[in-house]
């Protein structure tokens, strides 16, 4: 899941834009939303946990982080959101429908300035 994911995101943002958190892959750390932590309603601790896959994002530059799951989008966006950072936060199927003209305006809420007003058009959407 993981190596399709990177191959996604590369096709649709270009590979000289992805920049690869350290360690990666198998040896990535967890976001610390997971396994219900996200509702357990221990926010402090789950933030403590998720500090070093803050720190991970961070050390990157990037201005997005780009996540596969509703839990990791949830943590990562409230670790930014915390922490006063400047990265945003985004699903891949965000992505997807941007990229292919159905991302709808209520679900841009996410995207940066940079993207909120990207508009692809395609001819079978205008239909709607």
Not at 7 to 22: A, L, R
Not at 42 to 65: N, S
Not at 71 to 85: E, T
Request: include cysteine; glycine fraction near 10%.
């Amino acid at each position: 899941m993981a190596n399709d994911l990177r191959f996604v995101v590369k096709s649709i943002v270009g590979e000289e834009n992805v920049i690869e958190m350290t360690p990666n892959k198998s040896n990535n750390y967890c976001c610390g939303g997971g396994g219900g932590f996200l509702q357990s309603g221990f926010t402090d601790a789950r933030r403590d946990y998720g500090q070093l896959k803050y720190d991970q994002i961070i050390a990157t530059g990037a201005d997005y982080c780009i996540t596969g799951c509703h839990n990791c989008h949830a943590q990562v966006h409230d670790l930014a959101h915390h922490h006063g950072a400047t990265y945003n936060t985004v699903h891949i199927w965000t992505l997807l429908c941007l990229s292919l003209g159905i991302l709808g305006p209520n679900e841009r809420a996410y995207l940066g300035d940079d993207l909120k007003d990207v508009d692809v058009f395609h001819p079978e959407t205008s239909l709607y």
